[in-house]
């Protein structure tokens, strides 16, 4: 396994950017601000409201909340990781919100609150780190109360554009093998990242009891020209703290050597032309 991000907080600052340009990273941080800005409008947050930003890590769509509402509201930052609670609180403490805010350790499969409590549920890029989502959806349900709202943004990565979409057969020796290799391992239903779609959660949300629901689909798509740099870092940056990168996935089918020759090649065709990138986005509502 990767040692190249010791904890969530380093992956959310640092290692989640470390493949792309500077270009890449502010138009992601832009990206960012903009979905937030939508989840919260969606959630129709309102004063004095019970609110809980599940898997906040550094507190994306927590923060927007107080941006907005200051402390007119009870806000919960829950993460199950004790580095990204600390990392919220270390920037609350240069604020000026001092009330009204609560920093809960829980697992969203498991959350430590009673039922019927809140009356907004928020997550973003948090289930598709769960394996058990039905789970994660019964938990997030149970904590609302009636008519509360659950609203999120979850990368849906099953459908994003792959290697071997970005080559052709000829450019690399070993194609058909890597190819056969990636559509297995990006569809293997006990990985958290990739054993979910948009139908599946509108389903798990369905079975765990809430109404109205709504995931619509964004599709991002991003031209560039990457770098040698930037390609050897695809293949070296875990998706996240506990999952192996490309490069160690691709070694569970074949020997280093292979593989080293394979990210070389890929490095030597797609370093010398624009690439065409697509990564889907689902926005959610749903009721309970």
């Not at 409201?49 to 509402?69: N, T, Y």
């Not at 979850?154 to 890597?178: G, K, M, V």
């Amino acid at each position: 396994m990767s040692d190249i991000c010791k904890n969530w907080s380093t992956w959310l600052k640092k290692t989640r950017f470390s493949y792309m340009s500077d270009v890449q990273v502010q138009q992601t941080l832009n990206w960012l601000m903009n979905i937030k800005n939508i989840v919260l409008d969606m959630a129709e947050l309102k004063e004095n409201q019970k609110i809980a930003d599940f898997g906040c890590g550094s507190g994306l769509l927590a923060f927007g909340v107080l941006e907005r509402f200051q402390d007119r509201v009870e806000l919960i930052f829950s993460d199950k990781f004790q580095d990204c609670l600390d990392e919220c609180q270390n920037i609350l403490k240069n604020s000026e919100i001092k009330s009204n805010v609560k920093f809960l350790k829980s697992d969203i499969c498991d959350i430590k609150l009673e039922d019927n409590y809140l009356d907004r549920a928020l997550t973003r890029s948090v289930l598709v780190h769960v394996l058990d989502k039905q789970s994660a959806f019964c938990e997030l349900y149970r904590v609302l109360k009636p008519e509360g709202l659950y609203c999120s943004f979850e990368p849906i990565i099953s459908q994003n554009t792959r290697y071997y979409e970005l080559l052709i057969p000829d450019e690399a020796s070993d194609y058909f093998d890597f190819k056969k290799a990636e559509m297995e391992f990006m569809s293997d239903p006990n990985d958290p990242l990739v054993n979910f779609s948009a139908e599946s959660l509108d389903l798990n949300m369905q079975a765990a009891g809430f109404s109205d629901v709504k995931v619509n689909v964004q599709a991002v798509v991003s031209k560039y020209s990457p770098t040698v740099e930037t390609i050897e870092n695809w293949f070296i940056t875990p998706p996240a703290p506990n999952q192996k990168t490309m490069k160690e996935r691709f070694m569970e089918y074949f020997d280093e050597k292979k593989v080293n020759n394979y990210i070389e090649e890929v490095k030597l065709t797609l370093s010398k032309r624009e690439i065409r990138v697509s990564s889907d986005t689902a926005l959610i509502k749903a009721r309970k």
